[in-house]
Nanobody, 121 residues
Framework: QVQLVESGGGLVQPGGSLRLSCAAS????????MGWYRQAPGKQRELVAG???????NYADSVKGRFTTARDNAKNTMYLQMNSLKPEDTAVYYC???????????????WGQGTQVTVSS
């Protein structure tokens, strides 16, 4: 099948930076859109950043100018560079990919297991 694995989370002080990675593997024919979502305790999961297969991006207003997403299609990998982090960025960050596999006729959504990002002094 397909696996999405996030890495790069951790504890950082306010104003600091982190870089998340999401690597997709498995029976992948193509990856359409990919996205980063986050979920803080007691809150709904929200879209942080999205990127199409040709590199067009969109961001939540709360992270514009601070976060940047990119992808390496040859490696089936997506990145999220997070700068000027704030305590309110604390959440579990999830990777999502709309992926067409060799076993299916239509693309499906796949999720990673999540990585914790904590911004605290």
């Amino acid at each position: 099948q397909v696996q999405l694995v996030e890495s790069g989370g951790g504890l950082v002080q306010p104003g600091g930076s982190l870089r998340l990675s999401c690597a997709a593997s498995g029976n992948i024919f193509s990856i359409n859109t990919m996205g980063w979502y986050r979920q803080a305790p007691g809150k709904q999961r929200e879209l942080v950043a999205g990127i199409t297969s040709d590199g067009r991006t969109n961001y939540a207003d709360s992270v514009k100018g601070r976060f940047t997403t990119a992808r390496d299609n040859a490696k089936n990998t997506m990145y999220l560079q997070m700068n000027s982090l704030k305590p309110e960025d604390t959440a579990v960050y999830y990777c999502n990919g709309r992926i067409l596999t060799y076993l299916r006729r239509y693309p499906e959504d796949y999720w990673g297991q999540g990585t914790q990002v904590t911004v605290s002094s």
